[in-house]
């Protein structure tokens, strides 16, 4: 294995999480965090959509303007926001206080989830950049894995309110790990070509690009079925199952664990097989998992175990959907590869988002909204690969970057 490859993965991976521990390690106290400032279910799962919702939009400002400026001086704005959020959060008096201050925090957030996209474009492409991401999200993964888990022993020695004060750490590490760490792969030379009017000709020149749009979007459905589970197993596995919050964090981390492990073949499978067929067949395995669950649950079998078996089956493929499908929607796009990482990780939060608070709405105490969500993310991701993948033109792989 390339040592530099491996090195980038490790401190872009280790930066990308960030954002997933804010996400992760507070989900164990959501309905901790309800009872304490009175909230309701709703209201609870609005911060995390609070969250979502800055990161979705923010990337598309910190993309354009980490190609006008470089790389890391957003990123260590946006570290140093999510810090100042995180601590807002630790001493929130009402839940509308959270709901702003994760909002904060999501804004600073943003931009260590979505310059890292950019940067594996700014030296990588076809084989390298499939096999870069998937390393990237062995160590993305690490954080379904262990920061539920870890959000529930802090919870055990403390209250949710510590669990920010862990977060506002992590932040500290980060913005150390980005100064000293990661060298800037953004030369002069191409950010004088680089503009505020350049950058909304590029996302005019994106949303035109079919192709590019298409594998977001497929992205898009993949990352929204995860972030449904996100914002709702908490509830259906502590409340309906009945887990306490340590059992719910290793059955959350079990999926985490399914993606990762599937991830880092891609790689191999794109060399073997091309980008374009292992996305088709990622696809096809996660929507025929996802639509077994479906009829199962709808036949009326609710049970923990199917939906975490199938669920563990579904994510694993999805664990070759995202990278492929980012590899294959920047590929012809290095001149603004952080304005295109922007608008397709915005497409992909934006309508996780919507999905999530939708399957909020219609929480009815069990697992089928859920699971109901599931599905349709799953035909929507099949529908756009067989109309988008046929039209893409198969790059050649391991071509040098522009």
């Not at 400002?61 to 995180?86: E, N, Q, T």
């Not at 949303?207 to 709702?232: E, K, R, T, Y």
Request: glycine share 10%; proline share 4%; with cysteine.
């Amino acid at each position: 294995m390339n040592m530099t490859i491996l090195k980038t993965a490790i401190v872009l991976g280790l930066l990308s999480v960030i954002g997933p521990v804010a996400i992760d390690m507070y989900l164990p106290a959501l309905p901790d965090i309800g009872n304490h400032l009175t909230a309701t279910t709703a209201q609870v799962q609005l911060s995390l959509m609070a969250f979502m919702a800055a990161i979705a939009v923010c990337q598309l400002f910190y993309g354009p303007i980490s190609d006008m400026v470089g790389r890391k001086p957003p990123l260590y704005f946006g570290i140093a926001l999510f810090i100042a959020g995180s601590i807002a959060c630790a001493v929130s008096p009402s839940i509308e206080w959270l709901i702003v201050a994760r909002f904060i925090q999501g804004v600073g957030a943003c931009a260590s989830m979505s310059l890292p996209r950019a940067i594996v474009r700014d030296n990588f492409t076809g084989a390298e950049a499939a096999q870069l991401f998937s390393l990237l999200m062995l160590v993305f993964s690490i954080s379904p894995i262990l920061a539920p888990l870890s959000g529930s022993i802090v919870i055990a020695f403390g209250d949710w309110r510590l669990l920010f004060w862990v977060m506002t750490a992590v932040g500290v590490l980060g913005l150390i790990l980005a100064v000293v760490g990661l060298k800037e792969t953004r030369p002069k030379h191409l950010r004088t070509e680089s503009s505020i009017g350049g950058a909304i000709r590029g996302y005019g020149t994106l949303l035109m690009d079919m192709n590019f749009v298409g594998l977001s979007l497929i992205g898009a459905f993949g990352m929204s079925s995860f972030m449904a589970f996100l914002g709702n197993s908490s509830f259906v596995y502590i409340e309906h199952y009945g887990l306490n919050p340590t059992q719910y964090s290793l059955a959350f981390s079990v999926n985490a664990i399914s993606f990762f492990a599937v991830s880092q073949s891609t790689g191999y499978m794109v060399k073997r097989f091309g980008l374009q067929r292992v996305v088709r067949w990622a696809v096809a395995g996660f929507t025929s998992s996802m639509l077994l669950l479906a009829a199962i649950f709808f036949a009326g079998i609710d049970s923990m175990w199917v939906l975490s078996g199938l669920m563990f089956v579904a994510f694993g493929f999805l664990g070759l959907v995202l990278p492929t499908t980012a590899v294959l929607a920047m590929e012809e796009h290095g001149e603004f590869a952080g304005t295109a990482s922007a608008l397709m990780g915005t497409i992909q939060m934006v309508l996780a988002a919507g999905i999530m608070g939708v399957v909020g709405a219609f929480q009815d105490g069990t697992a089928i909204p859920m699971v109901a969500a599931f599905a349709i993310c799953a035909i929507a991701a099949f529908v756009l690969t067989q109309v988008t993948i046929r039209t893409t033109v198969t790059p050649v792989i391991g071509a040098p970057a522009e």
